[in-house]
């Protein structure tokens, strides 16, 4: 069980990344993919979640109107597009997987290694 976190880089403020999380098998377990981003000397905070099975999401507070998630099921790989990027969204940003829809990181069992995000201003 493994997921992979990409599609990271620098990017100037105001532009857009497409983030990648691809899953090695999709079971029971990945029934909600979530994203996740961690700032320098910040906690880590929720950003959105998708629910594989009918591809509904939530967004919280920290990026909601400027993310949009989405899933391919036939690739196993889940999508954030992030769009009017800011210099306060660097950060390294990971997905996670999990049985059930949640924002709090304790309840995802299963998570990618990270991939950073640079906005400069």
């Known amino acids: 069980v493994q997921l992979q976190a990409s599609g990271g880089g620098l990017v100037q403020s105001g532009g857009s990344l497409r983030l990648s999380c691809a899953a090695s098998?999709?079971?029971?377990?990945?029934?909600?993919i979530g994203w996740f981003r961690q700032a320098p000397g910040k906690e880590r905070e929720f950003v959105s979640y998708?629910?594989?099975?009918?591809?509904?999401?939530f967004y919280g507070d920290s990026m909601k109107g400027r993310v949009t998630i989405s899933r391919d099921t036939a690739k196993r790989t889940v999508y954030l597009q992030m769009d009017s990027l800011k210099s306060e969204d660097t950060a390294v940003y990971y997905c996670?997987?999990?049985?059930?829809?949640?924002?709090?990181?304790?309840?995802?069992?299963?998570w990618g290694q990270g991939t950073q995000v640079t906005v400069s201003s």
């Open positions: 996670a997987a999990t049985n059930m829809p949640t924002i709090l990181e304790d309840d995802y069992h299963y």
């Open positions: 998708i629910r594989r099975s009918d591809g509904s999401a």
């Open positions: 098998s999709f079971t029971l377990d990945y029934a909600v």
